[in-house]
T-cell receptor
């Protein structure tokens, strides 16, 4: 069971780039790295997923080094609405090829004006 | 395209009672997972259903049970409610590729046990 470690909280200002790093030293060969965003009283929302190198979509980039023991979520030019909890997850592939998500405590990002 | 729908949105129950929460997965998704999220904590995995069977289970007592119907919708049942069961209960569905492309979560049911 691959566990993740990420900062408890981060502060930023509007317009800045925010990088949240997650450590997953015991990641398995078949595991993917997925990031979710959650606002209060809402379900988590899928942001981005990757296996290695760099992945970019319309909202974020995900950087994964060759050893895959860590990953960095990059949010370009954050706004106040990006204030949320961000979770880094590593897929837990059970013996029967099923796939469940195990959440840690996440990183609370506060974006200030 | 409707996402994951959960009902009810809020619920208040008395200690010792039983509760049933419902979830309709996103169209095209066949796997449903349930999570419990206490205030200030990350979601905790309860169990996952696929093809109407419980496929995986987290560290939750037998008071927590579930069901998946042929249309892929699901129910979470909790018996003998405790005050500590107060939480946001989240349902998530995923593609037949077993979630590798991301889960879709509902907005949850806020359960308060008094």
């Amino acid at each position: 069971l691959a566990k993740t470690t990420q900062p408890i909280s981060m502060d930023s200002y509007e317009g800045q780039e925010v990088n949240i790093t997650c450590s997953h030293n015991n990641i398995a060969t078949n595991d993917y790295i997925t990031w979710y965003q959650q606002f209060p009283s809402q379900g988590p929302r899928f942001i981005i997923q990757g296996y290695k190198t760099k992945v970019t979509n319309e909202v974020a980039s995900l950087f994964i080094p060759a050893d895959r023991k860590s990953s960095t979520l990059s949010l370009p030019r954050v706004s106040l609405s990006d204030t949320a909890v961000y979770y880094c997850l590593v897929g837990d592939l059970a013996g029967d090829s099923s796939y469940k998500l195990i959440f840690g405590s996440g990183t609370r990002l506060l974006v200030r004006p | 395209d409707a996402g994951v729908t959960q009902s009810p949105t809020h619920l208040i129950k008395t200690r010792g009672q039983q509760v049933t929460l419902r979830c309709s997965p996103k169209s095209g998704h066949d796997t449903v997972s349930w999570y419990q999220q206490a205030l200030g904590q990350g979601p905790q995995f309860i169990f996952q259903y696929y093809e109407e069977e419980e496929r995986q289970r987290g560290n939750f007592p037998d008071r927590f049970s579930g069901h998946q119907f042929p249309n892929y919708s699901s129910e979470l049942n909790v018996n003998a409610l405790l005050l500590g069961d107060s939480a946001l209960y989240l349902c998530a569905s995923s593609l037949p590729e077993k979630g590798r492309y991301g889960y879709t979560f509902g907005s949850g049911t806020r359960l308060t046990v008094v």
